[in-house]
């Protein structure tokens, strides 16, 4: 499964954030969490790519006065993207558990 | 939002302008969204300042809008299909459009060989920039100021000491300079050969590699002797390993040992290939006289120190032998050595061209012969086009539903593109077949290669061919308009036509043209075969008599033995029943003759610097010849004292302004010398050259010989001069020439332009001939209607021939009209080149205005025929 560390994080914000995941939420929760700004043209590249490899679908809707009238797209895990996280959660924590300092996590 | 509250608008709208719909739809309202919370937060500036950034950093590829893509793959898909089926329906149009454009395409590309080829002559050195050649001019009364290469032989080493700017320095006396053949041996192994000499820092100046050996030693000893490769083969079978073996050489300049120090490549594009290179002090020993300032011999060459200028170190170097030797009248004057072999003649002291010439015209020659298969091209897309029926109607739909001006445009070119490729590989195909035989048109080694230059140079002649054929018809048809062009409306196409017209008299001018050029070159040629050259060299053959080494006292000395085994050998000759004369001589009639000064017929100083030309020649030199006397006689070998006698020319005579000259006693090099006769002029060299003052003198001790040989006895007389000559020089093959061939010789590049110029200008007048062939077909097909018509009124079909050919007739005239007066001067510059020349007679033009005609008419009076022959019927039915 190939997956890149933005792509993950991307992925998790997306899933965290439930129905409400759209462009500019997807940001400032990212801001929030990891402290670093990503670049709005870094973030819908990750989105248009991921919802290519069938890790997101999307619908849009909710358009506002704010936006222009433009309407939102909010994205949502597939299935598939769920299994690619868990299963580079799994990868993770098999390195995890090799080093003594960080076995706490695992057990 | 507040309209002072809105991101910057060029931004915004240079978002839209590059995102696709479907981003833009997403992503702008994102950007709106964070520009309201920026600015209720941060600000109005940061919050601009971010939207610009965020725009442009959304310029990545997921959001840049797709230019058209899948429709325009599908256009070239169209077109590809479009052009197979216009292939397969005009069949005709189709095979005259690739027969013109790759006969075109194969002669330029051979031209572009050639010419690359001849550009890169004498190229092949590293330090190219900087090596130059020094060339003398001297000045006589007679002759003016001439230009030539040989200058004095102490010169370079002069010039390496005394001129800051020169970092190396060499003479170098070239093999083609001897006339005579030495030996080179190993063992009972004898190889012929000339040898090169050059000064020992030759190889720091020339690029030449070395297969074996050091080049920068080669010639640090006097007796080292670097070979070639072949020769190194010849000698030991392999170049492995000849170094430090030690050979034999023989010939009449510097018999002796020589060990070889080095084995060379010579490289392909040189003008002068070595066998063996020797080093010029030895041949400096062999000649003290070469040591004094007054007497020239080698070329000199030099290298100049980085920075140097060429001008300013031939400026510098202009009175250096008059510095050296106070009555020197010649200066000097630096060349490049790479830009000798393009640029060799000098007229007056300055350079005057030379073989660029012919470089020049032959690219001349191949744009033209391109431009015209691509106006073949031209005209018959256009006229193909003017049937309305289809193209027209096929523009017509198309702009109609949609398609811009601008793809059209594109079709157009991508099609005459498509059959600049086709025809490129026809024409690849036709070079390939013919490359052999056009190799031996020209005297060089071309092949077809797949380096970058090459591939370079095919794409570019593509592209332009492509460019050119197709950029007219692309503009022409592209601009039809689809409301008219579908209602079936004439246009008022009186702008094409003339175009058209315009573009096939320009066609026809360069073949009449060329057709004229061709014919003056061809008469020219062959007038300067057929002269009368003032002496008879048919049937006249001509060998070394092969020198036979003895170090015995006097061996080579006036009367010495040498001289006695040479007649007695002559003797044997002179009794074969074939021979009618034999001579032997050390100057040939053919260019390799001597020239002197310091005839001395006043008594005074001035005429000792007049310069001669030099004959030494044996006893019947003159009677094997055929060269004919205006008074007194020539050398007898049964008087005595015959070698301090000479004759002259008539032309030295009236230089010298001599009367009664035969008895008269007049001082060469100091020496009284009885004028024994007078030889009526004849020409030595080739005729670009006028008759010179020429004095003869006898050297009976020359090595080479003549023979002259009566008609039909050549074959036994060679045989039976092969057995004597192997008596004489055991072990050596009799190599033998014919003063005829050596005539024919001096021509060689005028042969070879004015055969190459023949066949280039039979394809231009072919090709133009296909395009009108064409034409014809188009202009018969849209008149077939009248034709019929004509035909139920009782028109015949000569008539009707006559009648449509007129048009073209016209244009072809029109054409010729253009082209004689041109092609009267080019031919009147080009024959002023030769001191000796045909005059232009009214019959080339007129000849070239007719094949002109001619050939065009049967072109269309083919296409016509066909056509009148058609029932009428036929031709009325269809409406």
Redesign the interface.
């Known amino acids: 499964m190939k997956i890149g560390a933005f792509e993950e994080i991307v992925l998790l914000a997306v899933g965290s954030l439930g129905e409400n995941a759209y462009g500019v939420t997807i940001k400032e929760i990212l801001q929030e969490r990891t402290g670093k700004n990503p670049s709005i043209g870094a973030l819908h590249s990750a989105l248009y790519r991921m919802e290519g490899k069938g890790y997101l679908t999307s619908k849009e809707g909710g358009a506002t006065h704010d936006r222009g009238g433009r309407k939102k797209k909010y994205y949502q895990l597939t299935a598939f993207g769920r299994k690619v996280l868990i299963e580079a959660n799994a990868l993770r924590l098999s390195f995890a558990e090799q080093i003594p300092e960080l076995n706490f996590f695992v057990k | 939002?507040e309209t002072n509250n809105k991101p910057p608008r060029w931004a915004d709208r240079f978002l839209t302008w590059f995102c696709s719909e479907e981003?833009?739809?997403?992503?702008?309202?994102?950007?709106?969204?964070?520009y309201?919370?920026r600015l209720s937060e941060r600000g109005k500036t940061i919050a601009r300042l971010c939207y610009i950034r965020?725009v442009f950093?959304?310029?990545?590829?997921?959001?840049i809008r797709r230019i058209n893509r899948i429709t325009t793959t599908d256009m070239h898909k169209h077109t590809l299909l479009l052009v197979y089926r216009s292939f397969l329906r005009y069949k005709s149009s189709f095979f005259i459009n690739l027969i013109g454009l790759s006969t075109g395409l194969a002669c330029a590309l051979l031209i572009y060989f050639w010419v690359s080829d001849e550009l890169n002559v004498d190229k092949f050195n590293t330090n190219d920039a900087r090596l130059y050649q020094v060339l003398a001019n001297s000045y006589d009364e007679v002759n003016g100021i001439q230009t030539g290469p040989v200058t004095p032989g102490i010169l370079a080493e002069a010039l390496a000491r005394e001129i800051p700017e020169v970092e190396y320095a060499a003479s170098v006396v070239p093999a083609s300079w001897f006339s005579e053949q030495g030996i080179i041996s190993l063992g009972e192994k004898k190889i012929k050969s000339k040898a090169h000499y050059a000064s020992r820092d030759y190889f720091n100046m020339f690029s030449i590699d070395f297969i074996k050996g050091d080049p920068r030693q080669a010639l640090a000893d006097k007796y080292g002797m670097a070979i070639s490769e072949e020769m190194a083969v010849k000698l030991f079978k392999s170049t492995a390993n000849s170094i430090g073996k030690t050979v034999e050489w023989m010939d009449g300049t510097v018999p002796g040992s020589y060990h070889i120090t080095g084995v060379f490549r010579n490289p392909y594009h040189t003008t002068s290939p070595a066998e063996i290179l020797l080093n010029y002090d030895v041949f400096l020993d062999s000649r003290p006289w070469l040591r004094e300032w007054g007497n020239s011999d080698p070329l000199t060459f030099v290298l100049l120190r980085e920075g140097a200028d060429g001008n300013t170190f031939s400026n510098k170097i202009k009175g250096f032998i008059k510095s050296k030797h106070n009555e020197s009248r010649n200066t000097l004057v630096a060349q490049r050595f790479s830009e000798r072999y393009l640029y060799g003649r000098y007229e007056n002291g300055v350079p005057a061209g030379g073989r660029i010439e012919y470089v020049r015209l032959f690219s001349i020659i191949a744009v033209f012969i391109l431009v015209i298969a691509c106006i073949n091209f031209m005209n018959l897309s256009t006229a193909r086009a003017s049937r309305r029926e289809n193209q027209e109607k096929e523009i017509g739909v198309k702009k109609a539903i949609g398609a811009s001006r601008y793809v059209l445009f594109i079709q157009y070119l991508e099609e005459s593109m498509l059959m600049a490729f086709l025809s490129l590989i026809v024409a690849l195909a036709l070079v390939y077949i013919l490359l052999p035989q056009f190799n031996q048109m020209t005297g060089k080694y071309l092949h077809l290669s797949a380096d970058p230059r090459m591939v370079l140079a095919l794409l570019g002649v593509v592209l332009f061919t492509g460019l050119v054929a197709g950029s007219y018809p692309a503009m022409y048809l592209s601009a039809f308009r689809p409301a008219e062009v579908l209602k079936g409306k004439l246009r008022s196409s009186l702008g094409e036509r003339w175009i058209r017209k315009g573009l096939v008299v320009f066609q026809f001018a360069v073949s009449v043209l060329l057709i004229v050029c061709v014919v003056v070159v061809y008469r020219q040629i062959a007038y300067v075969q057929s002269k009368n050259l003032g002496y008879n060299r048919d049937n006249v053959l001509h060998f070394d008599g092969g020198i036979r080494m003895e170090n015995s006292e006097g061996f080579f000395d006036e009367g010495g033995k040498h001289e006695k085994e040479m007649e007695t050998f002559l003797q044997q000759v002179r009794n074969l029943p074939g021979v009618t004369n034999v001579a032997n001589y050390e100057h040939d009639l053919t260019g390799r003759h001597g020239g002197l000064q310091g005839v001395d017929w006043k008594g005074g100083k001035e005429d000792e610097r007049m310069h001669f030309n030099n004959l030494q020649v044996g006893f019947d030199f003159i009677e094997t010849m055929g060269i004919r006397l205006a008074e007194g006689r020539s050398f007898s070998s049964e008087r005595s004292k015959e070698r301090s006698k000479i004759l002259f020319n008539e032309e030295a005579i009236r230089v010298m302004g001599l009367k009664d000259p035969v008895g008269k006693v007049i001082r060469v090099w100091g020496q009284e010398k009885e004028i024994i006769g007078v030889a009526k002029d004849f020409h030595i060299e080739s005729l670009f050259e006028e008759v010179r003052p020429c004095i003869i003198q006898l050297e009976p001790r020359s090595l080479k010989i003549m023979v002259k040989i009566k008609g039909g006895a050549e074959q036994e007389t060679i045989a039976q001069l092969e057995k004597i000559y192997q008596g004489r020089n055991p072990g050596l093959a009799f190599d033998y020439g014919f003063v005829d061939d050596d005539y024919q010789a001096l021509y060689v590049s005028e042969q070879r332009v004015s055969l190459i110029s023949r066949y280039f200008a039979g394809l231009t007048i072919l090709i133009s001939s296909l395009g009108l062939f064409g034409l014809a077909a188009f202009t018969v097909e849209k008149r077939t209607k009248e034709i019929g018509i004509r035909k139920i009124l009782g028109s015949s079909n000569a008539r009707i021939a006559f009648l449509l050919s007129g048009d073209f007739t016209k244009l072809v005239l029109l054409a010729i009209l253009i082209a004689l007066p041109l092609s009267f001067f080019i031919a009147r510059n080009w024959l002023n080149g030769f001191a000796y020349s045909i005059g232009l007679e009214w019959w080339f033009f007129l000849g070239a205005a007719l094949i002109a005609m001619v050939i065009p008419f049967v072109a269309v009076g083919i296409q016509t025929i066909k056509a009148s022959r058609v029932s009428p019927v036929e031709s009325l039915k269809e409406e």
Not at chain 2, 23 to 34: A, F, K, S
Not at chain 2, 57 to 63: H, N, T
Request: hydrophobic share 40%; charged share 30%; with cysteine.
């Open positions: 939002m981003v833009v739809e997403t992503v702008q309202g994102d950007l709106y969204e964070l309201g919370k965020d950093d959304l310029c990545r590829p997921f959001a």
